[in-house]
């Protein structure tokens, strides 16, 4: 006898078998998905009572999607809407991206999902798309002169002291586009990202932009890209992304003789290796002539 019963969000099937019992989460709080993975986690059940081997089972790549984006992964939203338009689009037919990081994102993040069916005994065989995952590490960063126009001439005040805030700390768009008053201190802020709850430490350059804030700036990821964008198309800045800014910040610490210790902990960066992952390849071409 097999019956579905929900615990703290989350749908569960339990079978009664010749006095014994098994439960195994279904891994997802919608009804209508649960209902239609019943059947296969009921016989995998049986399987286990009768003391054979567990038999995975081969859905389509399309509920194997649902399956995957219904089910309880602690992410946040913006993580549950990129899963969600990967999927969407390459279950639609859509090409990968040309560019070689976006591409190297959607491989991910589609190898991720048949991953997570294999260890949950729903596909046999994960399908993963082959090439290379890494992508190509971005090398922008910003010259004297080109921070020197965006400081200067874009034109919108309460923005332009934003961007000079994000260079100064070095501190991630997602760090400090909603920066709540209570956790600004004397001498650092206290922000939550991509690596959790951590501490931005804020020099004096920093603290003058921030004490002549008459409120904190409230923005949204796609202002701040789309307006840093288009500020420096009007300024003549090519190639240009906010998150260039943190770059060069890294880089320009770095040239001026900062420990790659002391950077990686300013920058955020689990350990100091990711830190020479990324600047590495921006160091080369700082090297002085040599001869051989």
């Known amino acids: 006898m ?11 099937l339990s079978v009664y078998n010749n006095g014994k ?17 019943k059947s296969i986690v009921e016989l995998s059940i049986l399987k286990e009572f009768n003391g054979l081997t567990k038999k995975t089972y081969n859905i389509s790549f399309n509920d194997l999607v649902i399956c995957f984006l219904k089910s309880k992964h602690k992410w946040s939203d913006a993580t549950y809407k990129l899963n969600k338009h990967i999927l969407t689009s390459h279950l639609s037919g859509k090409p990968l991206p040309t560019n070689p990081t976006s591409k190297a994102i959607h491989i991910r993040h589609i190898n991720q999902c048949w991953k997570w069916g294999v260890k949950n005994n729903l596909v046999q065989k994960a399908k993963l798309l082959p090439g ?4 190509e590490s971005r090398l922008r960063t910003f010259t004297k002169e080109e921070l020197q126009l965006m400081f200067s001439f874009i034109t919108n005040k309460k923005f332009n002291q934003f961007v ?34 951590r501490i931005v430490k804020l020099n004096n350059q920093a603290k003058e932009v921030i ?38 910040f890294g880089l320009n610490l770095i040239k001026q003789g900062m420990s790659i210790y ?13 830190t020479e992952q990324h600047y590495a390849p921006l160091l080369t071409v700082e090297i002085e002539d040599f001869v051989l």
């Not at 097999?2 to 569960?12: E, H, M, T």
């Not at 989460?25 to 998905?33: E, G, I, N, P, Q």
Request: hydrophobic share 30%; charged share 30%; with cysteine.
């Open 262 to 274: 002391k950077v990686s902990k300013l920058l955020g960066h689990k350990s100091v290796r990711t």
């Open 2 to 12: 097999a019956s579905l019963y929900k615990n703290k969000s989350i749908w569960y």
């Open 132 to 135: 290379d995952t890494k992508g």
């Open 211 to 248: 004490c002549n804030q008459d409120e904190l700036w409230n923005y949204t990821k796609d202002y701040v890209s789309h307006r840093f964008k288009k500020e420096a198309r009007r300024l003549g800045i090519k190639n240009a992304r906010f998150h260039d800014l943190r770059r060069t």
């Open 164 to 197: 000079q805030f994000a260079y100064y700390t070095g501190a991630r768009s997602g760090e400090i586009r909603s920066l709540a008053q209570e956790n600004v201190l004397d001498d650092s802020i206290v922000v939550r990202g991509k690596t959790g709850r």
């Open 21 to 37: 019992r098994i439960t195994k989460s279904l891994k997802t709080s919608d009804l209508k998905v649960a209902k239609s993975i």
